[in-house]
């Protein structure tokens, strides 16, 4: 590695020389302070969320010897970021995560820390978490990742002033829905708002109805790399609903033109050009931020309807569990005990009291009477209960497959939703896909 | 030896000149084609070391039918590419040749384009076509065609990457043409207009034959650009909707970044090197380029 220059190599030579270079670095600017070999790098999603982090690894750096330094990485191009620089002398030292497949890679290659004994056997992480959240983070029998940001439910949004116009109650079956979905269409007000061209948002309708139609037991058997469950009866029908409702003109005739990465299918929602939005709760935040009086006066929201003889349970959710913070197993020594030193800090007072005044839902558990001091306790109590009380937690599936498979599967949705494929293809395209 | 004496005869500078450029070419552009080439051979994650797996890429990449859409769409988009983009840079460029103050001030806008980073062209040219808030919707709703829902169609997200290429390189194109026409001895237009050809046949007769080099120089960078064409599509349309827009560098992209399968990925990235590499030398060898030394031999 001749062009390294990395703070974690940990050789005589290139530790001397690092040495001979902050020395001079330090005298030039006359400041005394920790050895840069002493650094580790912690890499984040940079968002509106990102202060929680930059404001804890300061208060690390307070009592530390090791000292942390913060990495904001642009969000869009996180997860390749990630994986490129996995493996080489440029990977971060604790970063961000979306667990499963995010991570699972980096697991089979024995690239990550191993916390199953670190939360058994530190106080502050030991049962703190809600285990279905916690579940994403592990893989094959060990616990790769801590949760450090919001739960984000996958939540149907409506306008409930559109509601109230057609004198109508958020539908809670899918026959309301699909009556919905007509009188909104002749009041001339486009009944879902969905931006197609970003998959993933296609990708939620099928989640959602995947888990109604056969339960939340079909996916989990995908998951768990059972790629013939894509064969599951449900799968086809599941799929054919989602054709219905681009057939009964639910999504309006531009949703494959509509990004929901450049606020466009927000903005048409909040101007009521739209009557419901299925999206994840940061949707909230989102709304709050561009359209604060839409969201204030007019933003509604509620759980996503039953399919009757469906076998899915009503309580169930899908959505992202958490994000994680996991640990490059190359750490050793004193920077390893720093690393999961800072760990424990996610479930301290502080870190929780701004997480949820940032509109966070944190992944501890007995978070309830923490829930007065979210910008909007009525909405963080509809989540809370939404995730304490869900019967299962199905993870957004681009994250739960591994990356390869992932991108076959989101390349079969966006056809099936661009006309390229029926609901029987696009099973038989993913069967093997796991 | 030989290429010293060479050099000597012709009153050229020597090999050592070259050494820079050959230097850089080779860091930067001919050893990470070899290490693709090799990588092609092998199955790797990007996380641990390349496996060989022999031919197996570019078997799967000979059957593969997502290919093989790519390849076509690829194909289409160049050959759409180089039939708007070949008369309009033609005309503006030989247009824009005059000497004339207006033309030279229109000239400067045409060529504005060039002047922008392709990312921020795309990112232009995406809000611009939103369904909901572009200007798309208000030219459709003008025209009464009903919905704006260009990047969303089949064909509508094709034509309309084709039309962002050539909005973005057309101005570079004419200034080919600009400078090529501006090379045109004036003697022999003096002589057409002698024989009493009017604008049309001299621009035929006189300023078409003599562009023959630049049509091909301009067509070659064209069609290459075409076959290598990704960061509009990846901002515009990402592929999509549906696969209506993976032309062959963005499967690239796709399989490489975001399923990290880098060996196919290298086999996707190889055969478009040989690709264009083939179709342009296949291009300077039927219009005879190679063979020409001047379009102004004996004057």
Known sequence: ?434 | MAGRRRARDTGRPGVLWAVPGLLFFGLFAAAPMVLVAWLSFTSWDGLSAPAWSGTENWTRLWSDPAMHRALRLSLLLTLLSWLFQTPVALLLGVWSAGRQRSRAVLSAVFFLPLLASSVALALVWRSILDPNFGLAADVARWLELGDANVLGSQRGALLAVAFVAAWQFVPFHALLYQGGARQVPRSLYDAASIDGAGTVRQFFAVTLPQLRNTVVTSSVLMVVGSLTYFETVLILTGGGPGSATTIVPYLMYETGFRAFDLGYASAVATSLVVVATGVSLLMVRLTGFGRMRSTREGM
């Open chain 1, 1 to 434: 590695m001749p062009f390294d220059l990395h703070p974690r190599l940990r050789t005589p030579a290139t530790a001397l020389a690092g040495a001979a270079l902050l020395a001079g670095t330090l005298a030039a600017c006359g400041s005394g302070g920790p050895s840069r070999a002493q650094t580790l790098e912690v890499w984040t999603y940079q968002d509106a969320s990102t202060h929680i982090q930059a404001e804890a690894v300061e208060r690390f750096n307070e009592t530390s010897d090791v000292q942390l330094e913060l990495v904001e990485i642009p969000g869009a191009n996180y997860q390749e970021r990630m994986r490129t620089a996995m493996g080489t002398p440029n990977a971060p030292d604790i970063f961000f995560n979306w667990g499963s497949g995010s991570i699972s890679d980096f697991v089979q290659q024995d690239m990550l820390v191993d916390l199953t004994d670190t939360l058994a056997e530190t106080e502050e992480l030991r049962d703190a978490f809600v285990p279905t959240v916690l579940a994403a983070a592990e893989i094959d029998g060990g616990v790769y990742g801590v949760p450090m940001r919001g739960v984000q439910p996958v939540i149907l949004f409506h306008n409930t002033e559109l509601f109230e116009q057609i004198g109508a109650e958020p539908p809670t079956t899918w026959e309301e829905m699909e009556e919905l979905i007509e009188v909104f269409q002749a009041e001339d007000i486009t009944p879902v708002a969905l931006g197609g061209a970003d998959a993933w948002t296609s990708l939620m309708w099928l989640e959602y109805l995947l888990d109604r139609t056969g339960g939340a037991g079909v996916w989990q058997r995908i998951e768990s790399g059972e790629s013939e469950a894509w064969g599951d009866p449900a799968v086809v029908s599941s799929a054919q609903t989602a054709l219905d409702l681009i057939e009964d003109g639910a999504f309006g005739s531009t949703f494959l033109s509509n990004a929901y990465t450049n606020d466009g299918v927000s903005t048409y929602f909040a101007q009521g050009r739209a009557a419901m939005h299925l999206m994840g709760s940061w949707e909230y935040g989102g709304q709050l931020a561009n359209a604060e009086e839409f969201a204030r006066e007019r933003l509604g929201y509620g759980t996503f309807p039953v399919i009757s003889d469906g076998a899915g349970e009503a309580s169930s959710i899908v959505g992202n569990p958490n994000n994680y913070w996991s640990v490059n197993a190359e750490l050793e020594g004193e920077q390893l005990d720093a690393a999961l030193e800072f760990l424990k800090h996610t479930t301290d007072d502080a870190y929780l009291s701004a997480l949820v005044a940032n509109g966070d839902i944190p992944g501890t558990v007995g978070v309830d009477d923490r829930l007065d001091d979210h910008p909007d306790p009525e909405f963080a109590r509809f989540q809370y209960e939404l995730i304490t009380e869900a019967a299962a937690f199905t993870q957004s599936w681009d994250q739960a497959l591994p990356n390869r498979a992932a991108t076959e599967m989101m390349n079969a949705v966006d056809d099936l939703f661009s006309g390229g494929l029926t609901a029987e293809e696009f099973a038989d395209t993913l069967r093997g896909v796991s």
